[in-house]
T-cell receptor
């Protein structure tokens, strides 16, 4: 069964601190992995996308890593800001008849406090 | 350029009633997806349109759900009759080119459906 598991479920950090979110997946065959940020009341917004040949991708203060051998990914947030408070969702895509089919993780709810 | 829009933002209906959700994708996007998040669970795939055709509807929970995409533009998702377990947030997403595995999916804000 295709699954995407994320940890921790929730996290509270002080503004300015760094944090790392984890994602383990069993989706196969693997096409790509994305990290999304979802603010309350809004739809998910893509932060990074990685294929199996990429092991790191940065987008500003967000850096994602991928180990396709162990089927693990992480999202590192540097120098957190209050606006980083959101749910972060790991999404793994597989090739289904030439189209992408996605499996979502349950997300990590991050709260950045002053 | 307008993003993906969904209507209504919230809907509260009684069990047994009918509700129709609407999604307007980004203009020119061939792919349109419907997803659902039930309370406390992960977002799950419902179905995928390529233009006006249903490419994959394997995620539709049962025949009380009917999705259409007239003319390959906007899409509707009808639930009839609604049951308590249908409560959740329904997301629509669109992406540009049909058949591209890496096409960015742009999500709408979702419709929160509450069945009482």
């Amino acid at each position: 069964k295709n699954q995407v598991e994320q940890s921790p479920q929730s996290l509270i950090i002080l503004e300015g601190k760094n944090c790392t979110l984890q994602c383990n997946y069993t989706v196969s065959p693997f096409s790509n992995l994305r990290w999304y940020k979802q603010d309350t009341g809004r739809g998910p917004v893509s932060l990074t996308i990685m294929t199996f040949s990429e092991n790191t991708k940065s987008n500003g203060r967000y850096t994602a890593t991928l180990d396709a051998d162990t089927k693990q990914s992480s999202l590192h947030i540097t120098a957190s800001q209050l606006s980083d408070s959101a749910s972060y969702i790991c999404v793994v895509s597989q090739n289904s008849g030439g189209y992408q089919k996605v499996t979502f993780g349950t997300g990590t709810k991050l709260q950045v406090i002053p | 350029e307008a993003g993906v829009t969904q209507f209504p933002s919230h809907s509260v209906i009684e069990k047994g009633q009918t509700v129709t959700l609407r999604c307007d994708p980004i203009s020119g996007h061939d792919n349109l997806y419907w997803y659902r998040r039930v309370m406390g669970k992960e977002i799950k795939f419902l179905l995928h349109f390529v233009k006006e055709s249903k490419q994959d509807e394997s995620g539709m929970p049962n025949n009380r759900f009917l999705a259409e995409r007239t003319g390959g533009t906007y899409s509707t998702l009808k639930v009839q009759p609604a049951e308590l377990e249908d409560s959740g947030v329904y997301f629509c997403a669109s992406s540009q080119e049909a058949g591209r595995l890496w096409s960015e999916q742009y999500f709408g804000p979702g419709t929160r459906l509450t069945v009482t």
